[in-house]
T-cell receptor
Framework: AQKITQTQPGMFVQEKEAVTLDCTYD???????LFWYKQPSSGEMIFLIY??????QNATEGRYSLNFQKARKSANLVISASQLGDSAMYFC???????????FGDGTTLTVKP | DGGITQSPKYLFRKEGQNVTLSCEQN?????MYWYRQDPGQGLRLIYY???????QKGDIAEGYSVSREKKESFPLTVTSAQKNPTAFYLC???????????????FGAGSRLTVL
């Protein structure tokens, strides 16, 4: 069974508006980490934000916030005030400490329109 | 500046040839990883190493080999047994291996392999 599911292959958003990228995950491990990475057209992966399974509050990093709903096993990325430079592919990933590795979703391509 | 260096950036291979992709990090990270990415798709784990002289197969290890003789280096060899090797290859590292869930991956710029 796929451990990370991103159901939106592509998304469009108007510049300066907010957008939510969906991510659901599956694990039986009580301790895990959830991550979002951005991949521009250049190909390099850039870390955006991290949420630990025991964290009580949703993580925020500048314009990025993670809407963590543990009971629903979802970890959606919210980008506020979208900019043209936000156009990229976005990946949700999960790390289970006992596994010693990270699993990635299939990604969502975000296009910001001027 | 600390980071991960992958080389070459572009590589062309004839069928039947082995090729080796280089990955070097100066971040003093314990763990290193190789991922494969096909166009428009996510990352799939090939091999990973949590400490020197030890490595584990990922989800798609067939046709690939690795070594971890030094903490800084984790080269990937794409062998002739890999039937469809044309892809984008990303090397990554993280501070710790097994112990922590809060292990952010730092990535290299990638190597694009094309089989002629």
């Amino acid at each position: 069974a796929q451990k990370i599911t991103q159901t939106q292959p592509g998304m469009f958003v108007q510049e300066k508006e907010a957008v939510t990228l969906d991510c659901t995950y599956d694990t039986s491990d009580p301790s895990y980490g959830l991550f979002w990475y951005k991949q521009p057209s250049s190909g390099e992966m850039i870390f955006l934000i991290y949420q630990g399974s025991y964290d009580q509050q949703n993580a925020t990093e500048g314009r990025y916030s993670l809407n963590f709903q543990k009971a629903r096993k979802s970890a959606n990325l919210v980008i506020s005030a979208s900019q043209l430079g936000d156009s990229a592919m976005y990946f949700c990933a999960m790390r289970e400490p006992n596994a010693g590795k990270s699993t990635f979703g299939d990604g969502t391509t975000l296009t910001v329109k001027p | 500046d600390g980071g991960i260096t992958q080389s070459p950036k572009y590589l062309f291979r004839k069928e039947g040839q082995n090729v080796t992709l280089s990955c070097e990090q100066n971040l003093n990270h314990d763990a290193m990883y190789w991922y494969r990415q096909d166009p428009g798709q996510g990352l799939r784990l090939i091999y990973y190493s949590q400490i020197v002289n030890d490595f584990q197969k990922g989800d798609i290890a067939e046709g690939y080999s690795v070594s971890r003789e030094k903490k800084e280096s984790f080269p990937l060899t794409v062998t002739s047994a890999q039937k469809n090797p044309t892809a984008f290859y990303l090397c990554a590292s993280s501070l710790h291996g097994r112990s922590s869930g809060a292990n952010v991956l730092t990535f290299g710029a990638g190597s694009r392999l094309t089989v002629l």
